[in-house]
Structures are given as structure tokens and as C-alpha cells.
């Protein structure tokens, strides 16, 4: 069975939200609801997969990747394109690319995929389990 959602706790929950409105349809997603203390997006076209929830943070603390809790999420997309497109589109939104599109043989093949940082530090990834 797939991952219901996962809650992401944000910063600043207005900016969180215009830069994931911004990504969020190039990694295959669709709004599912708002309000003033939550937001949501669901897979696109009635697709099964994972709900992304996210919530104003509470406590005052720098995320950090290397801490216990989550360490990134990573989207699959269809085609090596699309990885390259959402990099790209990462870049204009203000994201820190920490890994260029490109393959990773360290991983099972194939895997093409680039990682950047989201506004509150969290690892991003786009990812392509295809050979184009």
C-alpha cells in the first residue's frame, strides 16, 4: 500500500505555499485544499500516491537534514526532461541546487535525478526510473 501523507512543518506558511504552488504541477501534483493554517496537494488526474500536508511550525528551530526526522523527499517524473525541466524551474524559484540532473550509478540503474534545497532547508529531488 502506498503512503497515505506526510506533514511537513514550514516557517513561513504563506511563503512555503506560493513556492510549492510554483513546483508542485511539474512534480505531478494538484491542489487539494487550503486554509489559514494548512495547505495541501494530492497526486494529480485522480493518480494513487502520497498527500503532502504542510503546517506552520510551532517551534522556532533551523531544519536540518543531518538531524533525526526527515532527511528529503524525492518525486518520481516521468521522463529525464521533466527532471531537468523542475531543476530549472527550482533555479527560478530561488532554490539552492545542491546536485545538478544527472545520472547516479551508485544507485539501481536507472536513476536520473537532480536535488535542490526547498525554502525551510528540506532536500528536494525529481527522479526518472526511465533510460529517456
Known amino acids: 500500500m502506498p503512503l497515505g501523507h506526510l506533514g511537513i512543518n514550514v516557517?513561513?506558511?504563506?511563503t512555503a505555499k506560493r513556492y510549492y504552488d510554483?513546483?508542485?504541477?511539474?512534480?505531478?501534483y494538484e491542489p487539494f485544499l487550503a486554509s489559514d493554517d494548512e495547505f495541501a496537494y494530492r497526486p494529480a488526474e485522480g493518480k494513487v500516491g502520497t498527500f503532502l500536508f504542510f503546517y506552520p511550525a510551532i517551534?522556532?528551530?533551523?531544519?536540518?537534514?543531518?538531524?533525526?526526522?526527515?532527511?528529503?523527499?524525492?518525486?518520481?517524473?516521468?521522463?529525464?526532461?521533466?527532471?531537468?525541466r523542475v531543476a530549472?524551474?527550482?533555479?527560478?524559484?530561488?532554490?539552492?541546487?545542491?546536485?545538478?540532473?544527472?545520472?547516479?550509478?551508485?544507485?539501481?540503474?536507472p536513476y536520473y535525478a537532480s536535488f535542490w534545497r526547498g525554502p525551510?532547508?528540506?532536500?528536494?529531488?525529481?527522479?526518472?526510473?526511465k533510460h529517456r
Not at 533551523?62 to 518525486?75: E, I, T, V
Not at 530549472?88 to 540503474?109: D, K, M, N, R, T
Not at 525551510?120 to 526510473?129: K, P, R
Open 22 to 28: 510554483a513546483l508542485m504541477p511539474d512534480l505531478g
Open 120 to 129: 525551510d532547508g528540506v532536500m528536494l529531488e525529481a527522479v526518472c526510473h
Open 11 to 14: 516557517a513561513d506558511l504563506p
Open 59 to 84: 517551534a522556532d528551530a533551523p531544519y536540518s537534514s543531518d538531524a533525526s526526522g526527515l532527511q528529503h523527499l524525492a518525486f518520481m517524473v516521468s521522463t529525464r526532461a521533466a527532471v531537468d
Open 88 to 109: 530549472e524551474l527550482a533555479v527560478s524559484l530561488g532554490s539552492e541546487i545542491l546536485h545538478e540532473p544527472q545520472e547516479w550509478p551508485q544507485y539501481p540503474p
